[in-house]
């Protein structure tokens, strides 16, 4: 399994936002200088979170963009299978994949199961709020 270029940017972008929104909208270029990522493949990225609902969106001035859950809510595993479709190791386990022919002889199949479950257990286990930096200390309390 490797993690697109897209899956680990879209990764980014959602802990920029949950890190620095506070419910605020957020513009694009603050996020792409913030994470060091193109604002021309934000703005690819962008409308499929918010067609997912991943993400509000809002145009025009103050728009931006913003978390509409808590980042405890956001599993990394569904935002990983929104951008890479899936996280199967193998072709024959993606979802959708033509039965295999060679599948009730595999020595091998057993082993890609065991491993896409572990895989999709682990994401299915971290929250975006997993990603974000412990907040400050203060020395007053």
């Known amino acids: 399994m490797m993690i697109s ?3 680990r940017y879209v990764l980014r972008v959602l802990a920029d936002l949950a890190q620095h929104s506070g419910g605020e909208y957020i513009p694009m ?3 792409a200088e913030r994470q060091e990522i193109s604002l021309k493949y934000i703005e690819k ?9 991943m993400v509000d ?12 859950r808590p980042p ?3 599993k990394i595993g ?12 193998v072709h024959c386990l993606e979802t959708g994949a033509s039965p295999c022919g ?3 002889r595999c020595s091998t199949l057993s082993m890609w199961r065991r491993f896409d479950k572990l895989a999709n257990e682990f994401f299915d286990s ?11 200390h203060d020395p007053e309390t």
Do not use: W
């Open 45 to 53: 990225i962008m409308p499929v979170l918010t067609k997912s609902g």
């Open 57 to 68: 969106g809002l145009h025009g001035k103050g728009g931006g963009y913003r978390l509409n």
């Open 78 to 89: 569904e935002i990983l299978r929104l951008t890479e479709g899936s996280l199967a190791p």
């Open 126 to 136: 971290v929250s975006l709020a997993d990603l974000l930096p412990p907040p400050p």
């Open 102 to 104: 060679r599948a009730d």
């Open 29 to 31: 270029k603050d996020i």
């Open 5 to 7: 270029s897209r899956g």
């Open 72 to 74: 405890e809510e956001y």
